[in-house]
């Protein structure tokens, strides 16, 4: 089992920045890959980026990546998701999720999100105009 917690979430005005914490507890082997997902009212999750956290290898959105970064601390078991140039439509519930890929992240992960075994409760991020 693992267990996912967000932290940072909150309200910023446009062009602000804001980092995102996931702290996660449990079996390593099922949390070989951490990911970071949104999803806004009325509008579909929305993959933002992931981390081999073996390797820190990263993967993102490539619509978001130029202002997301998601990066580790593997002493305190805990992914970020650094949010910078923030606009209303990133206005969205921000969740953390873990899984294992045994074979690796699947290329197209972005849209397809099978396979992210674990979920935290999310962090609403608002950016106001």
């Known amino acids: 089992q693992v267990q996912l917690v967000e932290f940072g979430g909150g309200s910023v005005q446009s062009g602000g920045s804001l980092t995102l914490s996931c702290a996660a507890s449990g079996s390593s082997h099922n949390r070989r890959f951490m990911g970071w997902f949104r999803q806004a009212p009325g509008k579909e999750r929305e993959a933002v980026a992931a981390i081999y956290v073996e390797k820190s290898a990263t993967y993102y959105n490539e619509a978001l990546k130029s202002r997301f970064t998601i990066s580790q601390d593997n002493a305190k078991n805990t992914v970020y998701l650094l949010m910078n140039d923030l606009k209303p439509e990133d206005t969205a519930l921000y969740y953390c999720?873990?899984?294992?890929?045994?074979?690796?992240?699947?290329?197209?992960?972005?849209?397809?999100?099978?396979?992210?075994?674990?979920w935290g409760q999310g962090t609403q991020v608002t950016v106001s105009s």
């Open positions: 999720a873990a899984g294992r890929f045994q074979f690796g992240l699947p290329s197209g992960w972005v849209r397809d999100s099978r396979g992210w075994d674990y």
